[in-house]
């Protein structure tokens, strides 16, 4: 007789394209031999081949006010969850969690909430306490009967916990990306024709308030060897454009728009340096352990960051690159211009060898897997 498979529900709104931190966990899931099903948001340009070995459920929103958007993702999704059974059904961010209470409500809803950032501190909701209230409220009301949660990071994980005293945060699982042992490394030096000479500096992510990104321009505007590719897109982008121009180096700061994430090594791996520099006022922000932090060790590129607790510890401990104060346009400068000496370099380059084997999916999907084994 064949021993059934555990079967695993994961509800998400965010958009797949871009999602490899979710990838990663449902193609290990299936790999370990579970019954994954992912309930999402349509993508017209989603490459479902990503994403075999997981049956997927995408419902297309209205392109209306966020809010409607919402109420629609939740109708549908607790509609589509009266149907399943499942032995456990994971909230990826704070709005599925809605549909998982509705379900608790008429059924047996073993889940869990898959806190992927701090609700009570983004950065997004600072000048919005309506938004924010509201938010906090939807994830108030989830977190009630869920069974458990897991952040991204340690902070994150003390702060739900101090947020929400009776629910049981059972640790985080950090957004690392796989090894890659062959990746091309220059894409975009052929790509843009850039001469040998000239270093690539790069910040990967959504262009929004927050990111250092006019503090990053300005810095690099002072060192005439370096061009700055922004890779990805966001409301700041005009200004930024506007602000290249102003400096004299619209020809050395390129954006590149949004690249779907399974492209995504081929842009990180051509350059020679990467900022994470964060510099948001929320909580969420200040605790952040950004991915591309990650991206950058697996590519093997030194980091410039920020000064904050999660950032600092990895870059200093494992000697990956320099932090700075992320609103210091000098020290920026400076960081850039030491990180581009050749001797620290070399230094830094094999710092990240080292740290690029013990930071990778490889390794962090066992802390994954294990939480998951233990809540089922």
């Known amino acids: ?3 059934r498979r555990p079967t695993i529900v994961i509800l998400t709104i965010s958009d797949l394209f871009y999602e490899a931190n979710l990838h990663r966990k449902v193609r290990t899931l299936a790999g370990q031999g579970y019954d994954v099903r992912l309930f999402c948001a349509y993508h017209p340009q989603l490459n479902e081949k990503l994403w075999q070995g997981v049956e ?34 994971i909230a990826y961010d704070f709005l599925p969690l809605v549909p998982l209470r509705i379900k608790s409500f008429f059924q047996d809803c073993n889940y869990i909430y898959d806190s992927v950032e ?35 990071c340690e902070s994150d994980a003390i702060a739900l916990q101090k947020n929400y005293p009776r629910l049981n945060v059972v640790g985080f699982v950090r957004n690392i990306p796989y090894r890659q042992e062959h990746v091309p490394g220059n894409f975009l030096r052929e790509k843009y024709a850039l001469p040998a000479q000239q270093k690539i500096g790069i910040y990967q992510g959504m262009v929004f308030e927050g990111r250092g990104l006019r503090e990053i321009i300005e810095a690099c505007a002072a060192i005439d060897d370096v061009a700055l590719f922004i890779v990805g897109d966001g409301p700041l982008k005009s200004e930024l454009e506007k602000l290249a121009k102003e400096r004299h180096m619209s020809d050395r700061v390129i954006f590149t728009g949004m690249v779907p994430f399974d492209q995504l090594a081929h842009y990180t791996y051509s350059a020679d340096f990467g900022f994470t520099v964060i510099s948001g006022k929320g909580l969420s922000y200040y605790h952040a352990l950004p991915n591309k932090l990650f991206e950058y060790i697996q590519a093997e590129i030194p980091v410039i960051g920020s000064n904050y607790p999660e950032i600092k510890k990895i870059i200093e401990s494992e000697g990956v690159g320099l932090t700075v104060d992320p609103q210091n346009i000098r020290e920026i400068e ?12 070399l230094r830094l380059k094999k710092n990240l060898k080292k740290a690029s084997r013990r930071y990778s999916w490889q390794e962090e999907s066992k802390t994954y897997l294990q939480i998951i084994r233990t809540l089922l």
């Open 1 to 3: 007789m064949t021993k």
């Open 334 to 345: 400076q960081a850039v211009r030491k990180i581009l000496r050749p001797k620290f370099y």
């Open 56 to 89: 997927l459920t995408r419902v297309r929103l209205w392109n209306g006010p966020t809010f409607l958007r919402f109420f629609q993702f939740w109708f549908t999704a607790a509609c589509w969850l009266m149907r399943q059974k499942a032995d456990l059904y």
């Open 118 to 152: 701090l609700v009570s501190g983004l950065n997004s909701l600072v000048k919005k306490p309506l938004r924010r209230f509201f938010f906090r409220m939807i994830e108030r009301f989830g977190v009630s009967r869920a069974r458990a949660a897991f952040t991204v």
